[in-house]
């Protein structure tokens, strides 16, 4: 509207953002640091996801935001093949159950600190998926719509967690 | 920062958050309104919430939006005791199938109306559940954090309902 204001609020729109995400990984880091291998075995429902692939979908998801917001490349680029390209069982936990919760601890610790870095003028550019032609006619491709976008699948998929007793 | 930016990038941010909701909520819709009674019967996991009680929950909850967000009053104030003071099976469905269905999309369309109409400075006030005293020491209580939660909450629930074949 051409109305002058001032950066906080830009900030504190973009800082809910972050509490939300961080809202939700924290919750949900509490209830996978809490289980075992055994527990990690289990599925949600009959039939559905094993926890473990769930967790290690989660990482894989996570760890691919990093090229996408242009923040880096992945840490742990191993777990896509099991964990995004294919169903679970189809191909072999590539990690412990150890190694995946220290894998799913780092990746969401640097992201997190990766995003809180960025400047709302950055969270409103384009993430690469997206060419500069697109994103002329369409700028809501932008790094917020992602992140978003990412926070309400990992709420998804924390919905399922709740399941398993 | 002091820095002087102009309200199109405020708008831009909030319009994020708000097509996350729409499509949270859109991707739910087209799930609840191809169910029928029998299958709305169906618990997500053995034991677990049936679909019935996640729409009336859902729905219930978005509801107290309106209050909560200062938007006006609750359309259906007879689903809050069966879909969120009680647990699933405690007291007797208030409405129909058909009747819930149209409460789920009444509750929403009115209440996304409501909130596109909010100005990013709305959206950084006080939500009313919060005291004036509580909201001077931490202005992260606004509207739009609630928003946020409930966007989370609605994918949480959504990722639920996908387990029922």
Redesign the interface.
Known sequence: ?????????????????V??WK??IGRLDKGIQALGEEQLQRQ???G?NRLYYLVGHLTAVHDRMFPLLGLGEKLYPQLDEPYVTNPDGALPDPLSADELKKAWSEVNSKLTAAVEALT??E??QKHTQVSDEDFAKD??R?R??VF??R???A??????FV?VK
Request: charged content about 15%; hydrophobic content about 45%.
């Open positions: 509207m051409g109305e002058q204001v001032d950066m906080a609020s830009e900030e504190m729109l973009i800082n809910a953002a509490t939300s809202i939700v949600v429902a009959p559905k709302p003028r969270w409103l700028p809501s932008n917020l719509a978003l976008s926070t309400n699948h709420s998804f998929h924390a919905g399922q399941l």
